[in-house]
C-alpha cells in the first residue's frame, strides 16, 4: 500500500511532524490531505487556514511555535465562515488574489454552534473552502455530544445509560441545499478512497465560490480503539455505508465510491469502544437507519462509476 | 442622500453624521447588522459605498458575526468600521473581549438602547456601560457634531495605539434628531487621517506563514494583556492630542476626556456623560455656584483629569443613565475611586433609564439631594431618582 501512497503524496507537507494531535489522530492525516491537496493544485496560490475554537487550537501549537506551513488565523467557536469571507475579500482589496482561505472547522462548530454561520457563508457564496473536520463529538473538551455524533454513540455527556438518541446531524446534505457550487465527503479509509479525496479536494481547489468538504477522521480516545486502526475504522464507516462518499458539483450528485460488498454496520461499530453498549435491537435499528439514509442518498445521486480499487490494478 | 455625500454646513441626523464620518475616513470594509435605532448608520453607508470597487459592504448573519467580520479584516490590514446598539452589542460581546486583546483598530458606532428585559427601544447608557471592561476606548457624545467629529478622530486614536473605539450615541436622542453639522472637506480628512498603515508584524501575511492568537504559556499570555493595559494608559494622552490637532485644522473645538463648563471654584459640580451633559447647560445660567463635568473619554477613565477638576469641591453629584443592580452606577463608581478627600460629598444618581425624560429639573433635584443629605447617603449604594423627577 505504501507504494500506492507515494504515488498519490509527493509535495510538501504543510502540517509539520512535532505537531500536537494524539497518536493516530484521523484528523491530522485529513488536514494534511487537505492542505497539500489545495497547495498542489494551485501551485502559485497561497493558503491562509481559519481555525475556530478546537484540538486544532492546541495542534497548531504552543506560541510562538506553527505547526503549520500556511498562515493560521484562529477564531472563535462560532464564526469561523464569515471571518475567512472577511480575509478573502480584505486580501482583495489590498491586492491579493492568489490566496485560499480555508477554513479547517469541527463538528461541533459546523453542526451546532457556528451553524448559522457555515450556511450564511453558503447562502452568501462567499469565496472560501470549508472543510468539515468531523470526529463526532467535542473531542477537545472531553468526548461531549456535539449535533455530529452518530446515533447510539457513547460521549461523556451521552453516557452508556442514556446514549445519544435521535440521528447525525445530515451536515453535507444540508450544505449542498443551499444550492453552493461544490460539496463533497472524504474519507482516507484506504488507497482508492485517498484518491477520491484528493481528487475532490482538487477539484474544490479549481472552483471560485462557496465549497464544503465533510471529511471524516477517527479519533483514538474519543471513539475508543486502538490507535494503529484510524484508517481502517474510516475504511468501514465507508464500507458499511455509514459514510457515504459522494460530491454535488454544480448540482450534479454522485456517489463516488459504491462498496462493492457493503460490510453490516455492526462491523463498523464493534470495532469501537464508544458502541460497545449497544444490543443486537440497537444495533439492527442502526443498521436499518443507515440503510435508509443510503436508499436516499443514491436515488438523490446519479451513480455513474466506481472508482478502481487498489487489488484491481 | 442616497449615494451622495453632504458636504460644508447641512442638517443631519447622529446616524447620518456617522456614515458620512465613515466615508469621509476611506473606510475599507464596513459589517452590517441590522438592529434600531442603528439602522440608519448602515443604511446610508449601503448608499454611499454601493458599486464601489475599493469597499466591502458585508451583510451578515449576526452582530457576533459582523464584529468577527471587522476584526479578520482589520488584520488583513484595511480600515474597517461596524455599528450596533443595544442586544446587539451585547450578542456580540465575546468578539469585543478578543477585539482588544488582538489589537485590533476597529471603530464602531454604539448607538445606546436599552436592553432587554422587557423590551424598549429608548435610550440608555447600560448596553455600552456594561461593555467597560472589554478593552474597547469608549467615546460618549452628546451632539450630532460630536458624533461626527469623534468618529473621525476614533480612528486617528484606534490606529495610533492599536486598540478598538467605540463611538456611543444614545438613540433617537442622536441618532434620529436632526441638528445643523459641518461636514469636512475630504482633502482635510485625508490630511488628518492618513490610509491605515499597521505594523508588519501585525499584519496577517499569507507570505510568513505564523499562528495568530496562538495558545501562550501564562507568562506570555499576561504580558499579552500587560501590553493592552499599557496601550489604554498611552490612549490617554492621545485621545487629548488627536483632539487638539483636530481643533487646529477644521477651526472648531473638539472635546477631549472631558468636556467642563461653568465656574471651577464652585462648591457643587455635576458629572455627567452623553447628551444629559448637553441638558446640564442650562443649569448654568444664573447659578455661578456650579461646575459641569461631562466624561467624553469614558475608557481610558481620564481620572487624573477628572480629579483636578473635582478636587475642592464640597458636594459632587453623578448622574448614571445606566441601571445599577447591588451596587454603584458605572460612572459613579468611577467617580467615588478618585480621592476627593474628606471634604467632598459624592452621590451617584441613577436616571435616564429605558428613555426616562431628563430635564433640568432632574439634575436640580440631584444637586439639591447631594447637599440635603450630605453624610447620610452611604458612598456604595446609588440613588435611584423617582421617575416623577422630570
Given at each position: 500500500m505504501a507504494r500506492w501512497v507515494d504515488e498519490i503524496v509527493t509535495e510538501e507537507r504543510?502540517?509539520?511532524?512535532?505537531?500536537?494531535?494524539?497518536?493516530?489522530?484521523g484528523p491530522a492525516i485529513n488536514v494534511r490531505h487537505v492542505l497539500d491537496g489545495l497547495a498542489a493544485a494551485r501551485p502559485d496560490s497561497r493558503i491562509v487556514l481559519v481555525i475556530p475554537a478546537s484540538c486544532w487550537t492546541i495542534i497548531a501549537g504552543v506560541?510562538?511555535?506553527?505547526?503549520?506551513?500556511v498562515t493560521v488565523h484562529l477564531t472563535p467557536f462560532a464564526s469561523a465562515a464569515v471571518e475567512a469571507a472577511a480575509i478573502k475579500s480584505a486580501l482583495r482589496l489590498v491586492g491579493r488574489t492568489d490566496t485560499q482561505v480555508v477554513v479547517w472547522g469541527g463538528d461541533g462548530s459546523t453542526c451546532d454552534i457556528g451553524f448559522t454561520g457555515v450556511s450564511a457563508a453558503a447562502e452568501r457564496n462567499d469565496d472560501v473552502v470549508y472543510v468539515?473536520?468531523?470526529?463526532?463529538?467535542?473531542m477537545n473538551t472531553g468526548v461531549q455530544k456535539s449535533g455530529g455524533t452518530p446515533e447510539g454513540a457513547w460521549t461523556t455527556t451521552t453516557p452508556a445509560a442514556a446514549p445519544r438518541s435521535g440521528q447525525k446531524k445530515e451536515i453535507a446534505r444540508i450544505m449542498a441545499a443551499h444550492g453552493i457550487p461544490y460539496v463533497a465527503t472524504l474519507a482516507a479509509g484506504s488507497v482508492p478512497m485517498l484518491k477520491d479525496f484528493r481528487a475532490k479536494v482538487t477539484r474544490a481547489a479549481g472552483i471560485p465560490g462557496f465549497r464544503f468538504l465533510h471529511a471524516l477522521g477517527a479519533c483514538p480516545p474519543g471513539w475508543?480503539?486502538?490507535?494503529?486502526?484510524s484508517a481502517e475504522i474510516v475504511r468501514l464507516a465507508v464500507e458499511s455505508h455509514v459514510f457515504p462518499l459522494w460530491e454535488c458539483d454544480h448540482g450534479a450528485w454522485r456517489i463516488t465510491y459504491r462498496p462493492k460488498r457493503p460490510v453490516p454496520v455492526r462491523d463498523y461499530l464493534g470495532?469501537?469502544?464508544?458502541?460497545?453498549?449497544?444490543?443486537r435491537e440497537e444495533i439492527d435499528a442502526i443498521q436499518a437507519h443507515v440503510d435508509e439514509r443510503w436508499d436516499a442518498l443514491t436515488a438523490v445521486g446519479e451513480p455513474d462509476r466506481e472508482l478502481p480499487r487498489a487489488s484491481s490494478r | 442622500m442616497s449615494g451622495t455625500m453632504l458636504r460644508g454646513r447641512t442638517v443631519l441626523t447622529g446616524d447620518e453624521a456617522a456614515a458620512h464620518a465613515v466615508a469621509l475616513a476611506r473606510t475599507q470594509a464596513v459589517g452590517c447588522y441590522p438592529i434600531t435605532p442603528q439602522t440608519i448608520v448602515v443604511e446610508r453607508l449601503a448608499d454611499l459605498t454601493a458599486?464601489?470597487?475599493d469597499v466591502v459592504f458585508a451583510n451578515v448573519e449576526s452582530e457576533h458575526a459582523m464584529l468577527g467580520y471587522v476584526i479578520a479584516a482589520s488584520r488583513v490590514g484595511v480600515r474597517t468600521f461596524t455599528a450596533t446598539s443595544s442586544q446587539g452589542l451585547l450578542y456580540a460581546h465575546e468578539q469585543l473581549h478578543r477585539a482588544s486583546r488582538e489589537r485590533v483598530p476597529v471603530v464602531m458606532v454604539n448607538v445606546n438602547r436599552s436592553i432587554l428585559?422587557?423590551?424598549?427601544l429608548e435610550p440608555d447608557l447600560s448596553d455600552s456601560l456594561s461593555q467597560r471592561d472589554t478593552g474597547w476606548i469608549q467615546l460618549y457624545c452628546a451632539s450630532v457634531q460630536e458624533v461626527l467629529d469623534s468618529v473621525l478622530c476614533a480612528y486617528r486614536i484606534a490606529e495610533t495605539v492599536m486598540l478598538p473605539v467605540m463611538v456611543s450615541a444614545e438613540g433617537f436622542l442622536l441618532s434620529h434628531t436632526a441638528e445643523v453639522v459641518y461636514v469636512p472637506e475630504q482633502k482635510d480628512v485625508d490630511e488628518f487621517l492618513p490610509s491605515f498603515r499597521p505594523p508588519d508584524d501585525w499584519v496577517l501575511d499569507p507570505d510568513r506563514p505564523r499562528t495568530y492568537s496562538a495558545l501562550p504559556q501564562p507568562v506570555e499570555y499576561s504580558q499579552f494583556q500587560r501590553r493592552v493595559a499599557e496601550a489604554m494608559d498611552e490612549a490617554r494622552g492621545v485621545v487629548e492630542s488627536v483632539a487638539a490637532e483636530f481643533g487646529v485644522r477644521f477651526g472648531r473645538r473638539k472635546v477631549g476626556a472631558l468636556d467642563i463648563a461653568g465656574a471651577?471654584?464652585?462648591r457643587s459640580a455635576l458629572v455627567t456623560m452623553g447628551t444629559i451633559g448637553d441638558s446640564a447647560l442650562e443649569l448654568l445660567p444664573g447659578d455661578d455656584d456650579l461646575l459641569l463635568v461631562r466624561v467624553?473619554?469614558?475608557?481610558?477613565?481620564p481620572a487624573g483629569e477628572l480629579a483636578a477638576a473635582l478636587a475642592g469641591r464640597s458636594y459632587v453629584s453623578v448622574v448614571d443613565r445606566a441601571a445599577a443592580f447591588g451596587s454603584l452606577g458605572p460612572l459613579g463608581a468611577d467617580v467615588r475611586s478618585?480621592?476627593?478627600?474628606?471634604?467632598t460629598v459624592t452621590t451617584d444618581y441613577v436616571c435616564?433609564?429605558?428613555?426616562t425624560e431628563v430635564t433640568p429639573v432632574t439634575l436640580r433635584w440631584a444637586l439639591e439631594h447631594t447637599r440635603a443629605n450630605a453624610g447620610r447617603i452611604p458612598g456604595h449604594d446609588p440613588v435611584i431618582v423617582p421617575e416623577e423627577v422630570r
Amino acid at each position: 500500500m505504501a507504494r500506492w501512497v507515494d504515488e498519490i503524496v509527493t509535495e510538501e507537507r504543510l502540517l509539520h511532524p512535532g505537531h500536537a494531535a494524539c497518536a493516530g489522530c484521523g484528523p491530522a492525516i485529513n488536514v494534511r490531505h487537505v492542505l497539500d491537496g489545495l497547495a498542489a493544485a494551485r501551485p502559485d496560490s497561497r493558503i491562509v487556514l481559519v481555525i475556530p475554537a478546537s484540538c486544532w487550537t492546541i495542534i497548531a501549537g504552543v506560541w510562538p511555535v506553527n505547526a503549520f506551513g500556511v498562515t493560521v488565523h484562529l477564531t472563535p467557536f462560532a464564526s469561523a465562515a464569515v471571518e475567512a469571507a472577511a480575509i478573502k475579500s480584505a486580501l482583495r482589496l489590498v491586492g491579493r488574489t492568489d490566496t485560499q482561505v480555508v477554513v479547517w472547522g469541527g463538528d461541533g462548530s459546523t453542526c451546532d454552534i457556528g451553524f448559522t454561520g457555515v450556511s450564511a457563508a453558503a447562502e452568501r457564496n462567499d469565496d472560501v473552502v470549508y472543510v468539515l473536520n468531523d470526529n463526532e463529538a467535542y473531542m477537545n473538551t472531553g468526548v461531549q455530544k456535539s449535533g455530529g455524533t452518530p446515533e447510539g454513540a457513547w460521549t461523556t455527556t451521552t453516557p452508556a445509560a442514556a446514549p445519544r438518541s435521535g440521528q447525525k446531524k445530515e451536515i453535507a446534505r444540508i450544505m449542498a441545499a443551499h444550492g453552493i457550487p461544490y460539496v463533497a465527503t472524504l474519507a482516507a479509509g484506504s488507497v482508492p478512497m485517498l484518491k477520491d479525496f484528493r481528487a475532490k479536494v482538487t477539484r474544490a481547489a479549481g472552483i471560485p465560490g462557496f465549497r464544503f468538504l465533510h471529511a471524516l477522521g477517527a479519533c483514538p480516545p474519543g471513539w475508543k480503539y486502538p490507535t494503529g486502526e484510524s484508517a481502517e475504522i474510516v475504511r468501514l464507516a465507508v464500507e458499511s455505508h455509514v459514510f457515504p462518499l459522494w460530491e454535488c458539483d454544480h448540482g450534479a450528485w454522485r456517489i463516488t465510491y459504491r462498496p462493492k460488498r457493503p460490510v453490516p454496520v455492526r462491523d463498523y461499530l464493534g470495532v469501537q469502544g464508544r458502541f460497545s453498549h449497544l444490543s443486537r435491537e440497537e444495533i439492527d435499528a442502526i443498521q436499518a437507519h443507515v440503510d435508509e439514509r443510503w436508499d436516499a442518498l443514491t436515488a438523490v445521486g446519479e451513480p455513474d462509476r466506481e472508482l478502481p480499487r487498489a487489488s484491481s490494478r | 442622500m442616497s449615494g451622495t455625500m453632504l458636504r460644508g454646513r447641512t442638517v443631519l441626523t447622529g446616524d447620518e453624521a456617522a456614515a458620512h464620518a465613515v466615508a469621509l475616513a476611506r473606510t475599507q470594509a464596513v459589517g452590517c447588522y441590522p438592529i434600531t435605532p442603528q439602522t440608519i448608520v448602515v443604511e446610508r453607508l449601503a448608499d454611499l459605498t454601493a458599486g464601489r470597487d475599493d469597499v466591502v459592504f458585508a451583510n451578515v448573519e449576526s452582530e457576533h458575526a459582523m464584529l468577527g467580520y471587522v476584526i479578520a479584516a482589520s488584520r488583513v490590514g484595511v480600515r474597517t468600521f461596524t455599528a450596533t446598539s443595544s442586544q446587539g452589542l451585547l450578542y456580540a460581546h465575546e468578539q469585543l473581549h478578543r477585539a482588544s486583546r488582538e489589537r485590533v483598530p476597529v471603530v464602531m458606532v454604539n448607538v445606546n438602547r436599552s436592553i432587554l428585559a422587557p423590551w424598549s427601544l429608548e435610550p440608555d447608557l447600560s448596553d455600552s456601560l456594561s461593555q467597560r471592561d472589554t478593552g474597547w476606548i469608549q467615546l460618549y457624545c452628546a451632539s450630532v457634531q460630536e458624533v461626527l467629529d469623534s468618529v473621525l478622530c476614533a480612528y486617528r486614536i484606534a490606529e495610533t495605539v492599536m486598540l478598538p473605539v467605540m463611538v456611543s450615541a444614545e438613540g433617537f436622542l442622536l441618532s434620529h434628531t436632526a441638528e445643523v453639522v459641518y461636514v469636512p472637506e475630504q482633502k482635510d480628512v485625508d490630511e488628518f487621517l492618513p490610509s491605515f498603515r499597521p505594523p508588519d508584524d501585525w499584519v496577517l501575511d499569507p507570505d510568513r506563514p505564523r499562528t495568530y492568537s496562538a495558545l501562550p504559556q501564562p507568562v506570555e499570555y499576561s504580558q499579552f494583556q500587560r501590553r493592552v493595559a499599557e496601550a489604554m494608559d498611552e490612549a490617554r494622552g492621545v485621545v487629548e492630542s488627536v483632539a487638539a490637532e483636530f481643533g487646529v485644522r477644521f477651526g472648531r473645538r473638539k472635546v477631549g476626556a472631558l468636556d467642563i463648563a461653568g465656574a471651577p471654584d464652585a462648591r457643587s459640580a455635576l458629572v455627567t456623560m452623553g447628551t444629559i451633559g448637553d441638558s446640564a447647560l442650562e443649569l448654568l445660567p444664573g447659578d455661578d455656584d456650579l461646575l459641569l463635568v461631562r466624561v467624553h473619554a469614558y475608557r481610558p477613565f481620564p481620572a487624573g483629569e477628572l480629579a483636578a477638576a473635582l478636587a475642592g469641591r464640597s458636594y459632587v453629584s453623578v448622574v448614571d443613565r445606566a441601571a445599577a443592580f447591588g451596587s454603584l452606577g458605572p460612572l459613579g463608581a468611577d467617580v467615588r475611586s478618585l480621592d476627593l478627600g474628606p471634604g467632598t460629598v459624592t452621590t451617584d444618581y441613577v436616571c435616564g433609564v429605558g428613555g426616562t425624560e431628563v430635564t433640568p429639573v432632574t439634575l436640580r433635584w440631584a444637586l439639591e439631594h447631594t447637599r440635603a443629605n450630605a453624610g447620610r447617603i452611604p458612598g456604595h449604594d446609588p440613588v435611584i431618582v423617582p421617575e416623577e423627577v422630570r
